[in-house]
């Protein structure tokens, strides 16, 4: 969550809230169930809002902080493409479908 994020950077946690809502209460529901997180006298009450993020918006905004803190010749990220090998003492992976 918030805290491993941070861990990495207070610039990466700032990325991943930008994509997300900050929410001071909010309700969970689990089928005809409704847990009401975060409301006064809760254990599970904070100091700090949570943020309320799509999984694939949370994917996105840490591979483009990735990317842009490791590409440039580092890093290449491709998908749809399947790993035929990889090279621990190199640190590079064989891509099928077009090159690698």
Same mark, same amino acid.
Request: net charge positive; with cysteine; glycine share 16%.
């Given at each position: 969550? *918030? &805290?491993?994020?941070?861990? #990495?950077?207070?610039?990466?946690?700032?990325? #991943?809230? /930008?994509?997300?809502?900050?929410?001071? *209460?909010?309700?969970?529901?689990?089928?005809?169930? #409704?847990?009401?997180?975060?409301?006064?006298? %809760?254990?599970?009450?904070?100091?700090?809002? %949570?943020?309320?993020?799509? *999984?694939? !918006?949370?994917?996105? /905004?840490?591979?483009? /902080?990735? #990317?842009?803190?490791? $590409? &440039?010749?580092?890093?290449?990220?491709?998908?749809?493409?399947?790993?035929?090998? /990889? !090279?621990?003492? %190199? *640190?590079?992976?064989?891509? &099928?479908? $077009?090159? &690698?």
């Amino acid at each position: 969550g *918030r &805290g491993a994020i941070k861990g #990495v950077s207070e610039e990466l946690w700032e990325k #991943v809230k /930008a994509g997300g809502v900050m929410s001071q *209460r909010f309700c969970l529901h689990l089928g005809k169930r #409704v847990i009401d997180i975060r409301q006064k006298g %809760s254990s599970l009450l904070m100091t700090e809002p %949570s943020c309320l993020i799509n *999984r694939a !918006d949370l994917c996105a /905004a840490l591979l483009d /902080a990735l #990317v842009a803190e490791h $590409g &440039g010749g580092k890093l290449s990220v491709e998908f749809d493409r399947p790993c035929e090998g /990889a !090279d621990l003492t %190199s *640190r590079t992976v064989s891509l &099928g479908g $077009g090159g &690698g």
